[in-house]
Structure formats: structure tokens, C-alpha cells
């Protein structure tokens, strides 16, 4: 069998197209968002409000009401109970979102298991993207729409609310809605997700193109691009590949992209690990010639010693968390000054 | 034109930041606000910009409250250095950018006079040839002028400035002393934040000393002398006792 044959096969299933669909669409509005995940430092976040949507959905399964609206009402909780358990200063954020998350996905657990129901509520926690029907596919694609277009025309405040949200403030804008707008966004489209990965693995789709595209660009109008291509590559693949080998299509797709990131961590032309080796070792590309490497050498001769930390809480003490994730690629991302 | 506090209290829990301060910082002038750390410098900041709460006392910006200010875009800040992530994916000409977001519209596409603007405060700041850089890539000094521009082509007539001489080269710090100087001379409140006093004759023509509460606000030279930065920075004995209580 050629290799066009393997791709094409699949595709005379009506099935397996909507599939496709559904995990492109998945892929796009997840890889968008996760491009401002990534700076931001909330993949935890992620990964909190991706869990507890859990009994949302359930409870809108039960009473016959669209996933989205369960979903939001149980993210949107979420973050408020993170908020109210780091309000007690000695328990620190990780461990606020780890309590608040776990507890809310093992209500949802309790509830599936006292939900009679005729379909197998464990899809939601594993993604059934092979049993995707058309009225699936219609709310996949009306809520993946909504949050790509709120996305795209928010893209430049959302930016901003990542990288200074004091700015922000200074222009009148109101961080704590933008990042309110942020956890809506990322409540529904796990809901968009767990159709196709499950519950358990979303937070995969929500994190990793965005730290994938962040290592081959130092634009983010080109991680806006990078990472959603490369994430229904790597889903498309992953489906795929589902189909030829019998295996959980779900865990396929986070698989062939946690794959890609590997080897774009190694080969990435600026940032991987082979080109930050052979910069070290001086015979790699060289660093931007002209007057700012200039600059950069003038500035470390003439440094001075900077402030030491200062000892005033300045951040703002009451929005969910600014900055203050624990997962910051940055550290990954070298600088090129000398 | 100016910033007016008056009986300004902040607390953190039941840590006290800011005790009952009133200062009147005219415009027209820059003026230095010296303090150690946990002095109230970036305190006083935040509450400006209405990212820390007040417990009580009041700020006028321009005789109307912050918010308002705010919201006309009517006040430029530029963060510490190591309050902004260097490997943030954004160049130097989309920083400068983010200072125009208030006059445009609510997508934010830059028009034309937008980047005219974004040109004029690059090159006021001599990165003209370094727009297209990402921010990563700039020395502290030069990444410090990118937020400057930001304020200049935001339009700020109250520009606030946290610690903007730490960790930055001596081209870059006269370039900065100039355009501040300017700005003042042109009408604007320039407030700096700083620890380092050896910029402050150069920079500010009258200085505030702080210390959770006003010590000082006078000429520079006065507020820079033994005594009273002993005071400032907690070296008398008079203030050992004070801190005691």
C-alpha cells in the first residue's frame, strides 16, 4: 500500500472526516490560546480550569442544557475558589489550584458515576473524536468560532495584559477583566477540546504548541501562526495514525505533539538545544552584528550594579494571578546579550 | 498640572506601606523620590495607578482622580526592570506601539499617525534603528529608553518612572536625564523613583524623601545632605527608636 493510500483510506469515512474536523478546530482555538497561556505563566491555570469544568458538563448533560454553559459557570468557579483559598496567605497558589481543581474533577467523577445515561459519559474523560456526531461537530465549530473571533480581535490588549499589565492600567484598560476574559475564554474551549482529547489531556493542547512556536519565533503575531499549524499537523498525525495502529486517538494526538516539541526543543535554529551548544561553543551563528551588539558590549563594561529586590508587595493583591504562574518557559529562552 | 496626595494610607495585611502621606509634586519639574526599599516608593506608585487598594487619603492627578487620568491615557509608567519578562516575544517598535492603544480604536490597528508617533518617540530616544528588535535583545539601557518612548508617544503629561537607572550604561542614562528634563521643561509632572542618588543633582531640581511617611520634599541639594539621607535610609538613632516602636 502507498503512502497516499494510507491517507486517503481513512478519509472515505464520514466518520473519520468529522474527526478531522473536529480536532482541527480543536487544535486552531486551542493553539491560539495557548500562545498567551505560555507567557502569561498559566499552564497551570490551564490545566485547573480544564479539570474542573468536569461536573459543569456533567450536571448540563443531566439536565439536557448546552456543555458550554455548565463548562463556563464551573471555570468561572473555579478561579473564584483559587482566588478565596490563596486569600489565606500561608497556602501558596500552586497549592490553592491543586486543591480547587482536584476536588472540583472529583465531584465530576462522583456525578458520572450517579448520571444514568445512555452514552458513556467516560468520553468526556477520555475524548471519543472517532464517535463525533454532525451535532457535535455544529457546537464544536459555533464555540471554537466565538473564541477564535474574540481572540483575534482582543489579540492586541490580551498581548499587552501579558507583558505589562500595569501599561494596561495606565491606558485606562482593567487587567483583572482582560484576564477574567482570558478564563472565560479557556473554560469554553475546553469544552471545544475534551470531545477530542478528553477532560484528562485538554491541558496538552492548551500548552504545548504555544511553548513549541515560542522556541522557533521571537514574534508573537508569528507564534499566532506557528502554533496553530503545527497543532493540527500534529493532531491530523495523530488521528491518523489512531486509525492504522487501533490506538486511543486521544492519547495519539497529545503524544505526536508532545513528539514535536521534543524534537523542535533540539532543533530549533535559534533556541534549540544543538544551536544553543554550538553558540556556546562560538562556531554558531553569529550574534546580530551592528549598533546594538555594540551597545550591549558598551553596557556590561559600564554596568551598574542594580537594585537588590525590593521587599513591597507590588502586584496587584486581589486579581486570580498576574504573572505569577510557575511554569515560565522563559528561563528556557536565552537572551543574546553577551 | 501636578500630583496631589494627601493623607494617603496603604497597608498590606498589617504591614503599614504608606502612613498618612501628603505630597504635593508640582509639574514643571522632575522631581526624585528617594527611599530604601519598603520605603513606599513603589507603594506609592501602584496607588497611582490604582493597582494597590487605599486604605484612606486621596490622589489628584491633574485635579481630577487617578482613574479619569488614567483612562484619558494621561499618565506614562515605566515598570522596574525586572518587573517586565526580557524573553517576551514583542520588538521594540510593538512596545512603543502599546503606548497608542488608548487613541485608537477598540481593535487597536495602527494608523497612520499612530506610527508616525511611534517613530518620533524612537527617535527622541535614539532606537530608531533598533525598532525591529526584539526586546530580548536590548541592553537594560536601551530597553529601559523603549518604555520611555512608550510614554512619549502615549502622550503622558505625568510620566512615573521606577528605579529607571538601575543596571543601565552612562549613554543611556544622560540620553534618559535629557528627554525627562525636556519633558518637564515642556510642561509635564516627571516623578522618578530612585535609591541611587548619584543621578539626582543632574536629573531632579527638588527631591522627596520617604520613609512610609514624608521626611522630606525641598531642593536636591538639602535633601541630599548627611543628616537627613541618614534619616532617609535609617542611620540615626533618632529613627532606630522610631522603627523600635
Given at each position: 500500500?502507498?503512502?497516499?493510500?494510507?491517507?486517503?483510506?481513512?478519509?472515505?469515512?464520514?466518520?473519520?472526516?468529522?474527526?478531522?474536523?473536529?480536532?482541527?478546530?480543536?487544535?486552531?482555538?486551542?493553539?491560539?490560546?495557548?500562545?498567551?497561556?505560555?507567557?502569561?505563566?498559566?499552564?497551570?491555570?490551564?490545566?485547573?480550569?480544564?479539570?474542573?469544568?468536569?461536573?459543569?458538563?456533567?450536571?448540563?448533560?443531566?439536565?439536557?442544557?448546552?456543555?458550554?454553559?455548565?463548562?463556563?459557570?464551573?471555570?468561572?468557579?473555579?478561579?473564584?475558589?483559587?482566588?478565596?483559598?490563596?486569600?489565606?496567605?500561608?497556602?501558596?497558589?500552586?497549592?490553592?489550584?491543586?486543591?480547587?481543581?482536584?476536588?472540583?474533577?472529583?465531584?465530576?467523577?462522583?456525578?458520572?458515576?450517579?448520571?444514568?445515561?445512555?452514552?458513556?459519559?467516560?468520553?468526556?474523560?477520555?475524548?471519543?473524536?472517532?464517535?463525533?456526531?454532525?451535532?457535535?461537530?455544529?457546537?464544536?465549530?459555533?464555540?471554537?468560532?466565538?473564541?477564535?473571533?474574540?481572540?483575534?480581535?482582543?489579540?492586541?490588549?490580551?498581548?499587552?495584559?501579558?507583558?505589562?499589565?500595569?501599561?494596561?492600567?495606565?491606558?485606562?484598560?482593567?487587567?483583572?477583566?482582560?484576564?477574567?476574559?482570558?478564563?472565560?475564554?479557556?473554560?469554553?474551549?475546553?469544552?471545544?477540546?475534551?470531545?477530542?482529547?478528553?477532560?484528562?489531556?485538554?491541558?496538552?493542547?492548551?500548552?504545548?504548541?504555544?511553548?513549541?512556536?515560542?522556541?522557533?519565533?521571537?514574534?508573537?503575531?508569528?507564534?499566532?501562526?506557528?502554533?496553530?499549524?503545527?497543532?493540527?499537523?500534529?493532531?491530523a498525525l495523530g488521528i491518523?495514525?489512531?486509525?492504522?495502529?487501533?490506538?486511543?486517538?486521544?492519547?495519539?494526538?497529545?503524544?505526536?505533539?508532545?513528539?514535536?516539541?521534543?524534537?523542535?526543543?533540539?532543533?530549533?535554529?535559534?533556541?534549540?538545544?544543538?544551536?544553543?551548544?554550538?553558540?556556546?561553543?562560538?562556531?554558531?551563528?553569529?550574534?546580530?552584528?551592528?549598533?546594538?551588539?555594540?551597545?550591549?558590549?558598551?553596557?556590561?563594561?559600564?554596568e551598574r550594579p542594580s537594585?537588590?529586590?525590593?521587599?513591597?508587595?507590588?502586584?496587584?493583591?486581589?486579581?486570580?494571578?498576574?504573572?505569577?504562574?510557575?511554569s515560565r518557559i522563559s528561563?528556557?529562552?536565552?537572551?543574546?546579550?553577551? | 498640572?501636578?500630583?496631589?496626595?494627601?493623607?494617603?494610607?496603604?497597608?498590606?495585611?498589617?504591614?503599614?506601606?504608606?502612613?498618612?502621606?501628603?505630597?504635593?509634586?508640582?509639574?514643571?519639574?522632575?522631581?526624585?523620590?528617594?527611599?530604601?526599599?519598603?520605603?513606599?516608593?513603589?507603594?506609592?506608585?501602584?496607588?497611582?495607578?490604582?493597582?494597590?487598594?487605599?486604605?484612606?487619603?486621596?490622589?489628584?492627578?491633574?485635579?481630577?482622580?487617578?482613574?479619569?487620568?488614567?483612562?484619558?491615557?494621561?499618565?506614562?509608567?515605566?515598570?522596574?526592570?525586572?518587573?517586565?519578562?526580557?524573553?517576551?516575544?514583542?520588538?521594540?517598535?510593538?512596545?512603543?506601539?502599546?503606548?497608542?492603544?488608548?487613541?485608537?480604536?477598540?481593535?487597536?490597528?495602527?494608523?497612520?499617525?499612530?506610527?508616525?508617533?511611534?517613530?518620533?518617540?524612537?527617535?527622541?530616544?535614539?532606537?530608531?534603528?533598533?525598532?525591529?528588535?526584539?526586546?530580548?535583545?536590548?541592553?537594560?539601557?536601551?530597553?529601559?529608553?523603549?518604555?520611555?518612548?512608550?510614554?512619549?508617544?502615549?502622550?503622558?503629561?505625568?510620566?512615573?518612572?521606577?528605579?529607571?537607572?538601575?543596571?543601565?550604561?552612562?549613554?543611556?542614562?544622560?540620553?534618559?536625564?535629557?528627554?525627562?528634563?525636556?519633558?518637564?521643561?515642556?510642561?509635564?509632572?516627571?516623578?522618578?523613583?530612585?535609591?541611587?542618588?548619584?543621578?539626582?543633582?543632574?536629573?531632579?531640581?527638588?527631591?522627596?524623601?520617604?520613609?512610609?511617611?514624608?521626611?522630606?520634599?525641598?531642593?536636591?541639594?538639602?535633601?541630599?545632605?548627611?543628616?537627613?539621607?541618614?534619616?532617609?535610609?535609617?542611620?540615626?538613632?533618632?529613627?532606630?527608636?522610631?522603627?523600635?516602636?
Amino acid at each position: 500500500m502507498s503512502p497516499l493510500d494510507m491517507l486517503t483510506e481513512p478519509l472515505q469515512y464520514d466518520f473519520m472526516l468529522r474527526a478531522l474536523a473536529a480536532t482541527s478546530l480543536a487544535a486552531v482555538v486551542c493553539a491560539l490560546l495557548s500562545c498567551w497561556l505560555v507567557l502569561i505563566g498559566w499552564s497551570l491555570m490551564g490545566d485547573a480550569v480544564s479539570h474542573a469544568v468536569l461536573p459543569g458538563v456533567v450536571l448540563s448533560y443531566a439536565l439536557g442544557l448546552p456543555f458550554a454553559l455548565g463548562a463556563i459557570v464551573f471555570g468561572l468557579l473555579a478561579v473564584v475558589l483559587i482566588g478565596a483559598v490563596r486569600e489565606s496567605r500561608r497556602v501558596a497558589e500552586d497549592a490553592a489550584i491543586g486543591i480547587v481543581f482536584t476536588t472540583l474533577f472529583a465531584l465530576g467523577l462522583v456525578l458520572i458515576s450517579v448520571t444514568p445515561s445512555h452514552t458513556d459519559l467516560g468520553h468526556i474523560l477520555f475524548g471519543s473524536v472517532l464517535g463525533v456526531s454532525r451535532g457535535d461537530l455544529v457546537q464544536i465549530a459555533v464555540l471554537a468560532a466565538l473564541v477564535l473571533a474574540l481572540l483575534l480581535l482582543r489579540r492586541r490588549d490580551l498581548t499587552l495584559y501579558a507583558f505589562d499589565p500595569t501599561h494596561a492600567r495606565a491606558i485606562g484598560l482593567s487587567p483583572r477583566r482582560l484576564g477574567a476574559l482570558l478564563l472565560g475564554l479557556l473554560a469554553v474551549t475546553a469544552v471545544v477540546a475534551l470531545q477530542v482529547v478528553g477532560v484528562i489531556l485538554v491541558v496538552a493542547m492548551l500548552i504545548i504548541p504555544g511553548a513549541t512556536a515560542r522556541l522557533l519565533t521571537d514574534r508573537f503575531s508569528r507564534m499566532l501562526l506557528i502554533a496553530p499549524a503545527l497543532s493540527v499537523a500534529a493532531s491530523a498525525l495523530g488521528i491518523l495514525l489512531s486509525y492504522w495502529l487501533d490506538a486511543a486517538s486521544g492519547g495519539l494526538i497529545v503524544l505526536v505533539q508532545g513528539g514535536l516539541y521534543a524534537l523542535v526543543h533540539v532543533l530549533a535554529p535559534r533556541y534549540g538545544l544543538l544551536a544553543r551548544h554550538r553558540a556556546r561553543r562560538g562556531d554558531g551563528p553569529a550574534q546580530p552584528a551592528g549598533e546594538g551588539a555594540a551597545d550591549a558590549q558598551i553596557d556590561s563594561v559600564a554596568e551598574r550594579p542594580s537594585g537588590t529586590a525590593v521587599l513591597e508587595p507590588t502586584s496587584d493583591t486581589s486579581s486570580a494571578s498576574e504573572n505569577s504562574g510557575p511554569s515560565r518557559i522563559s528561563s528556557s529562552a536565552p537572551t543574546t546579550m553577551p | 498640572m501636578s500630583i496631589r496626595v494627601e493623607d494617603l494610607t496603604v497597608r498590606y495585611g498589617e504591614v503599614t506601606a504608606l502612613d498618612g502621606l501628603s505630597v504635593h509634586i508640582a509639574a514643571g519639574e522632575v522631581t526624585g523620590l528617594v527611599g530604601m526599599n519598603g520605603a513606599g516608593k513603589s507603594t506609592l506608585f501602584g496607588a497611582i495607578m490604582g493597582s494597590v487598594p487605599v486604605a484612606s487619603g486621596r490622589i489628584g492627578v491633574d485635579d481630577e482622580g487617578p482613574a479619569r487620568a488614567r483612562r484619558r491615557g494621561a499618565i506614562g509608567y515605566v515598570p522596574q526592570g525586572e518587573a517586565i519578562d526580557s524573553s517576551f516575544p514583542v520588538s521594540v517598535a510593538d512596545v512603543v506601539m502599546m503606548g497608542r492603544y488608548g487613541h485608537q480604536g477598540p481593535i487597536r490597528r495602527p494608523r497612520p499617525a499612530d506610527r508616525r508617533a511611534v517613530a518620533e518617540a524612537l527617535a527622541r530616544v535614539e532606537l530608531e534603528d533598533l525598532a525591529r528588535r526584539p526586546i530580548g535583545q536590548l541592553s537594560g539601557g536601551q530597553r529601559r529608553r523603549a518604555f520611555v518612548a512608550r510614554g512619549l508617544a502615549q502622550g503622558a503629561r505625568t510620566l512615573l518612572l521606577d528605579e529607571p537607572f538601575a543596571g543601565v550604561d552612562k549613554r543611556s542614562e544622560a540620553l534618559l536625564v535629557a528627554v525627562l528634563r525636556e519633558l518637564a521643561a515642556d510642561g509635564c509632572t516627571v516623578l522618578v523613583s530612585t535609591h541611587d542618588l548619584h543621578a539626582l543633582p543632574d536629573l531632579a531640581r527638588s527631591a522627596v524623601l520617604l520613609r512610609r511617611r514624608l521626611l522630606f520634599h525641598g531642593p536636591v541639594a538639602e535633601a541630599l545632605e548627611p543628616a537627613m539621607l541618614a534619616r532617609a535610609f535609617g542611620l540615626d538613632p533618632l529613627a532606630r527608636e522610631e522603627v523600635a516602636r
